[in-house]
């Protein structure tokens, strides 16, 4: 269990730094933005000037970015004893890493790209266990998934084993590390996360016209909603599911998200929703003065921007419409 | 010298009045210190503001040595002429002493939750700096009615 008052350095920097985080009207600035050299001026005005100002191209834009979360990573390390709540968000970097290095493998790519430095156990570490080498500094629980993986793959050669047991070992991994932390706010973020992201694959496979088996085997550990639940709206309609959703929670996401996704043909919309939901979510740490709240509010709030820049980014330099854009883009957390 | 229990625990009586609110203050002061100090890492200027919320929770200790001075002084020890007490008169001190003791240690705890808050006002509205030293200060409140009923008390005593 950690104790509030654990996080009082933390929460006082993280109340000066709420104050630089991206306001609605600078978003709404870059979405009005005519080309790519207005949408650098916006930037330079942010907390993303020194990131941005650094890249030759802009089409490198998520360097940019990269930069910018592991700054922020940095200084809620260096303000907190326990690190345990950072970890929370950055073991999904170290779980895309050890993705990325095992199909490179597959794919006998000797240097692995798409590898992101926001993860804590060193790339070099997991390129010498994919390598087979014995004694490397890799915690237990990822190489035991990545040795699950890689013997999977090669009963079946298919890569999307890789992808499903890595994401379920990491959702298995941070159900572990939450009932570690022992936080009760904690909890219910992971289980909403879980709960709408076992949502959105049921319907995705439905729509693949996929098997039970491949359901089974996609559905994340740990939600609030019954692993039972699902096999059971699987076989349908998805009217029935948004009834059957209808006194919970995820109520409203559901509806409009999943309506919308029936008729348009794409989650995009039930993506933004789940995401403002979230976000909805973690505005508790915006009013709590001190505690794990504020700080995992602000972390969540800084991926969550990263979300908005890329939409805006890709949108802007593919001269997407601003409608289309807006439609992506998710809320603000302040 | 005889040494007699009432005078025993007229002296804890003293001591409780000044170590309780001091834990709580020195506690309260450390809490919003550590907040204040993460936002001047961030903005080195807000220092100032966040040492008037920081001070807030420290009246607490200082009620307390005034109430234990105000027994000292009733009883004797200051001059170096401890009183004869009775049990029942160092029961009676001990008493007058609970109100600003459990009233310090918890209100400068509750008070430091306010103005740590209140140093996130000042974080993100400087200029709002008064409305987060007002939340804090109404805890204050509590803290000066407990030292008023024990100093009341403590001077309505017949000791000698």
């Not at chain 1, 156990?121 to 890689?150: I, Q, T």
Request: hydrophobic share 45%; with cysteine; charged share 25%.
């Amino acid at each position: 269990m950690v104790r509030e008052q654990e996080f009082l350095y933390a929460s006082g920097r993280i109340r000066a730094l709420e104050t630089k985080l991206l306001s609605r009207t600078i978003v709404e600035r870059i979405l009005e933005a005519q080309d790519m050299d207005a949408v650098m001026r916006v930037l330079s005005e942010t907390d993303y000037a020194p990131d941005f100002e650094e890249l030759e191209s802009i089409y490198d834009f998520e360097k940019a970015l990269e930069n910018s979360m592991k700054r922020t990573l940095g200084v809620i390390k260096e303000s907190l004893k326990d690190q345990r709540v950072v970890r929370f968000f950055t073991l999904k970097y170290d779980y895309h890493n050890l993705k990325v290095v095992l199909k490179s493998r597959i794919l006998g790519v000797e240097v692995p790209e798409n590898l992101t430095t926001l993860g804590e156990v060193p790339v070099e570490e997991l390129l010498k266990l994919s390598k087979g080498e014995k004694d490397v500094a890799v915690p237990k629980l990822m190489r035991l998934a990545f040795e699950r993986a890689a013997e999977v793959y090669e009963e079946t050669l298919d890569p999307q084993q890789v992808d499903l047991i890595l994401d379920r070992a990491l959702y298995e991994e941070l159900n572990l590390l939450v009932q570690d932390i022992g936080h009760d706010f904690l909890k219910s973020y992971l289980a909403a996360l879980v709960d709408l992201t076992n949502i959105k694959t049921m319907v995705r496979l439905k729509y693949m016209e996929s098997d039970l088996r491949t359901l089974k085997k996609s559905l994340l550990p740990g939600g609030s909603i019954d692993l039972e639940f699902f096999e059971k709206m699987f076989q349908e309609p998805v009217p029935v599911l948004i009834e059957a959703l209808a006194a919970s929670n995820y109520s409203k996401v559901v509806k409009d998200g999943l309506e919308n996704w029936v008729s348009s043909g794409s989650p995009a919309v039930y993506e933004k929703l789940v995401d403002d939901f979230l976000l909805g979510m973690l505005r508790k740490g915006l009013y709590k003065p001190f505690g794990l709240e504020t700080v995992v509010g602000y972390l969540g709030a800084r991926e969550n921007e990263l979300k908005i820049l890329r939409v805006l980014m890709v949108g802007k330099i593919n001269g997407i419409s601003e409608d289309m854009i807006r439609e992506r883009l998710r809320d603000v957390y302040a | 010298m005889e040494v007699t229990l009432g005078q025993v625990l007229a002296l804890l009586g003293a001591a409780m009045a000044v170590f309780l609110p001091g834990i709580g203050s020195a506690k309260g002061v450390g809490m919003v210190g550590e907040a204040a100090a993460g936002v001047v890492t961030e903005d080195p200027s807000k220092f100032s503001q966040t040492l008037i919320l920081q001070a807030l929770p420290g009246t607490q200790g200082i009620y307390g040595l005034l109430t234990g001075f105000v027994v000292m002084q009733r009883i004797g020890i200051l001059g170096g002429n401890l009183l004869p007490l009775t049990t029942y008169q160092g029961l009676l001190v001990f008493a007058a002493c609970l109100p600003i003791a459990i009233v310090g240690l918890l209100s400068a705890i509750a008070q430091a939750r306010a103005a740590a808050a209140g140093v996130g006002i000042v974080a993100k509205r400087p200029e709002e700096l008064a409305k987060g030293i007002t939340y804090a200060a109404m805890v204050e409140t509590y803290a000066v009615l407990a030292l008023l009923a024990s100093i009341l008390m403590l001077f309505g005593l017949k000791l000698a």
